[in-house]
């Protein structure tokens, strides 16, 4: 199991305001597998990608990332951890707004000394005519192609998706599914998408659901729908 | 790193907050490196000049110049000396012109212009008074009613600071300066002139201290019959006379003490005399006495027997009448009358017979033997009377006698005591006459002590004060820039944080991505690092070029050869390394502390509120509220807003302060001094003029503490009826009352003990303060005059200060200083005009500094909070209400550093500006005319109005759809 996650549990505040996300989530994925974590508005799925991603603690329990213990990570090692494991995509993209395209995707091209080729990735990516604009001259979906062309672009063996295509329309989101789709295949990358999209539920090899802190349905899809096929 | 390529682009869209932020250091920088410079400059000038020209390590001057082999003498000992007479002739526009002849060791002449002169009625002029007056080389000057040719204009490095007195408060280069002229001119000079100062410059080899030179020069002898100067000459001899008379007058005193002991002897031995005749006279009268008590005891008997022998008698004739039958019968006391007529009636008949004639003998016979009887009684009578009134006058005699030998027992030992004292007085006067001989031969001979004034360089502001003056710009400077960088770096590391901020998702993707907080933390630091040290290196430059402007002044008024450019070391490092390292360390800390923040947080923008942001506000208005919360959520903003008007308004408050407290200066030297001349006479006349008043003035030194060493203070003595002064004098010995600029100079207070020293003759001198009273110019110590006279030894009417209020006529040559309310007033007036261009640039800087300021954090607080304006906007409100509510809360923040920084500005300038004029004679305060803090308050307002015009054009551009953009 490339990611084994084993009874977590994450909580905030205290007194009247102590809230618990996760309650205690066991689940584990397979390296190559892409994975959609399903669930309403504080169901506690970010959470659980953020905690994978060792962007936030947990209370109790472990989250092994390629047999890695990272809840017992301090912040450097887990700075290293991000840095040779993780690629992030984010709803709201996070581009450094006066770097260009491409230069956005070297900003992670820094961290890794066997970088993916950047021309190959601007292309797969539709971006090579864009290469050289700022963020603010892109669409949203141009946007999130860049975004995920910095995630790759260190050809993580983790990608860790939080609503990639929550700020785009219909055509962009599609155009983005397939890219993760593409990627996947192309360079087996493990991926986690956090998403309200339940149309995504059917192109992944795995869903969980989490609800109130839980997993209240977790399951392999043994067909998989092409996300150009999706309807939603 | 790729992710640095965003950092020109950061530059460039943000050009005008970081040129701003450039500009300011750049400025400042300059304007600290130049002025640090010019120090540098300055001294290494004067530093090269005096070595190449042989600074003296001091000077003296004496009476009587120090013959060769006094000279030769001190050099062997390890003095080097030159002489450096000069006499001070009136020269062009009345100016003073003090005339040396030319130099070869010692303080030589670096000629900037023409050549030295060496033949008769040439002479080299300082150069400023060259230049004040026009003149050059190859032109005429008349100096002391005789043209001479210029040859050529220079410097000396004892004159650096062209003061008359050493203890002027400023120079008039056009009034007062130096020439050369060659040795035959100058012995010309000496020859026509008895008022030449016979003064030496001396150098030591390391082998006597200055103060053994001192010493020496005190025990060296000099023959006084030639001291040149006639009114010394005057002074000496009425000491010698004095002295004479004080001789004579002890020889004549023991002459008269021999005389007494010699007469005292001889009445001692008389009286010893006397004592002895005395004792015998008593016993002789004693004896006497007793003889004639015993003489007196048989007087009675003596007495009956011849009355009884009379009585007889008398019976015995009665018996005989009887017999003859003559019945007569006589007593004592009529016996000779009966007798008479009996004879007268029996030698009238006419019966002539021999019976008759012997009765008539018979008679005659009876009459006689009677007669003798009687006479025996009374005579016996009257010796017994006798023997009774001497024993009676012997007893007295006695007496008497007894009490004259007891007198003349005491005078003769009164008189032993007398003769002894007299002889012990007669052989003490010989040693007292010995002694009074000593006592003028030995101590009566420190009148003539050679040595007039002994000046060590380092006291010497003549030739200390030029890089004194420049020290302390240079440390103020200094101090100053090191504020204002770390301002501007804490300013700029507020505007990194603002990027943060604004990126903090962005930062958090990235540390998601695998960045540590080392590669953003460099990252981020490299703006702040290329700005601060971009700017640096230009403002070092500029500072460095600024040099030769800043230094116009320091150039214009003390005189040194040409300057040479330097580049100290540490003024490299400071310009470009402190303010990098200062920028290191303040972005470090801020933007390092704003990294801390974790990923997640980051990435959700969450922030930090400050508690202060949850306060309470009650009841109060929306308006007040909105700007109380909005002056919250912003307070790093705020905060550094308020130090950098702080530090504004303090500069503004020093520009001010220089400008208030030369004017008062000015005004209070033209008000406070009553009198319009004061003569200081170096010869006072024996009688003074009537029309002057007469005070007696002493130059003391005090312990500086601004500086760790000493200054010059006059204490001056005057009595009641000056009218020139209207404070009293009453008070106990050695109560002093001070100026208010010895005051404010050395910080005495009233009640203080304070002592001062003549260094000359190493004695120092305890007064108490009394009183503090307005005196401007100078630094004054009041006494009176009679209690001044007595604690420095002087006779009862002596004074060597008049005060009148008009010119007195007094030779020449008895004065040694005169000061005038208008010399005062133009000195005050110069000090002014050189300040002035200090005083513009500081207020200017003061402004730019503000505005700047001002201008950059509001408009960040502005771009922070563009999303709550395009809020409000979009909710509907108005332009005017927008400006008011954001707006509005900068001048909480303005009113609030205005309100605070006045007050607490003036009082740290109060503290640090006498360091700056420490060696300024003259205490000065740093003083602010009310009208100056509501001209402040009107720059700070006007200030105010313009940037927030410019903000306001600003708030005007953000769009309603920020709010859109700003979604996430």
Known sequence: ?232 | MILNKRIIRELKENWVRYGALAFLIIFSLGLVVSMAGSTDVVNYTIDTNNEKNQLEDGEFSVYVPLTKNQQMELEKMGAKTEAAFYVDLPGAEKSVLRVFKNRNNINTIALEEGSLADQIGEIALEKHYAEKHGIRVGQSIEVGQKNYQVTGTGTVPDYSNVVQNVSDVLADLKQFSIGFVAEAEFNQLLAGDSNIEYNYSYKLDGNLTATELKEKLVDLDFDKTKVANKYMQEIINTIEKGKNDLSGGVKDLADGTQKLANGTSALQQGSNELADGAGSLANGTDQLSSGLGELTNSNATLNKAADDVFQGMIAQVNSEFENIGMTVTVTGDNYSSVIDSLIKTIDGSDANTVEVLNTLNTLNTMKAQLDSYKAFKEGLRAYTNGVESAYSGSAELSAGADSLYQGSVTLANGANTLSNGSASLNSGMGEFKSQVTNFINENMDYQYVNLITFLEAGDNQRITSCKSDAAINKNSALIAGAIIITLIAYMISVFVIHTIDKESAVIGALYSMGYVKKELLRHFMILPMLIVAASAILGTGLGFVLIGENIKENVAYYSYPGYAMVFPPYLLIYGVLLPVMIAVLVNYLVINSKLSMEPLKLLRREKKQHQLANIDLKEMGFINRYRIRQLLREIRGNITMFWGLFIAILLMVFGFSIYGSVSAYVNNVASDVEYNYLYLLKYPMETAPNDATKAYTESLTADLYLTGGEMDVTVQGIDDKNPYFDFPLDGEKNDVIISDSVANKFGYKVGDEITLSDNLEDRNYNFRIKEVVNFASGLYVFMDIKEMRELFGQEDDYYNTLMSDHELDIEAGRIATVITVDKMVAAARQMFTMMYGLVITILGASVLLFAIVMYLLVKMMIDKSTFSISLIKVFGYNEREIKKLYLGTTFYTVALSTLIAIPVSKMIINKIYPYMVSNVSAGMNATMAPQSYLIMVAIILSTYVIVNFMIGRHLKKISLVEILKERE
């Open chain 1, 1 to 232: 199991m490339f990611i084994e996650v084993n009874d977590i549990k994450k909580s905030y505040g205290e007194g009247g305001s102590y809230v618990q996300v996760l309650k205690g989530v066991t689940t584990g994925i397979e390296k190559g597998q892409i994975c959609a974590i399903l669930g309403p508005s504080g169901s506690g799925k970010s959470t659980l990608l953020n905690t994978i991603g060792g962007l936030d603690t947990i209370d109790s329990g472990s989250i092994k990332i390629s047999n890695i213990e990272i809840t017992k990570l301090n912040a450097k090692q887990l700075s290293l951890y991000r840095r040779n494991y993780l690629g992030f995509i984010f709803q709201f993209y996070n581009l450094v707004p006066n770097l260009t395209v491409k230069e956005n995707i070297q900003v992670c091209e820094y961290l890794t000394k066997s970088p993916l080729d950047i021309n190959e990735l601007l292309e797969i990516l539709g971006l090579t005519e864009h290469q050289k604009k700022f963020p603010s001259q892109l669409s949203g979906g141009q946007q999130q192609r860049c975004a995920i062309a910095r995630a790759l672009i260190k050809n993580p063996e983790l990608l860790l998706c939080d609503e990639p295509t929550g700020a785009l329309d219909y055509q962009a989101s599609r155009e983005i599914l397939m890219l993760i789709e593409k990627i996947n295949q192309k360079y087996g990358t493990t991926m986690l998408i956090v998403t309200h999209n339940t149309a995504i539920k059917e192109m992944v090899h795995r869903v969980i659901k989490i609800k109130d802190g839980q997993i209240s349905e977790d399951y392999a899809n043994s067909v998989l729908k092409l996300a150009s096929q999706l309807e939603w």
